[in-house]
């Protein structure tokens, strides 16, 4: 049985970060929906779950990843706000993040500074941020 999961699964998406957040999405709406027995609520956690799957055994690997890079990208600024509070707090509160305008590195740079120069560490440009 699991060979024939394995060869099923081959050339196909599979789960990635997009999917699984939708099935979290729809897990979360789930429950609530257990409380406000709200038939469109049903009906969109169904559809929510159903568009995850597709994406897991979707055949088109390049579109998926695309899309699987697009929401990474989407949430990246909130990301670490998620994983530890704290710490982004404390990141935000001491330090500007600034993203060099020739090859897009960013840069992290000390809050309260006032104007600076900064060298790109990657590609050495200069350029100003202030902070």
């Known amino acids: ?3 024939r999961n394995k060869d099923f699964m081959a050339g196909r998406n599979g789960a990635d970060e997009l999917a699984m957040a939708i099935v979290g ?4 709406l789930f429950v ?3 409380f ?4 469109p609520l049903t009906v969109i956690v169904l559809v929510l779950i159903a568009y995850a799957a597709f994406r897991m055994v979707s055949t088109k ?9 697009a929401f990474k990208d989407l949430i990246a600024p909130i990301l670490p706000w998620l994983k530890n509070p704290k710490a982004a707090k404390e990141e935000h509160d001491k330090y500007v993040h600034a993203t060099c305008p020739n090859c ?3 840069v992290r ?9 900064v060298t790109c560490p990657q590609c050495h440009q200069k350029f100003d941020v202030q902070s």
């Open 1 to 3: 049985m699991a060979d």
């Open 61 to 69: 690997v390049d579109d998926r990843a695309e899309e699987n890079d």
């Open 36 to 39: 406000a027995q709200v038939t």
């Open 109 to 117: 740079v000390p809050r309260g500074k006032g104007h600076l120069r």
């Open 104 to 106: 897009h590195q960013h």
């Open 32 to 34: 609530i929906n257990l």
């Open 25 to 28: 999405v729809a897990l979360v």
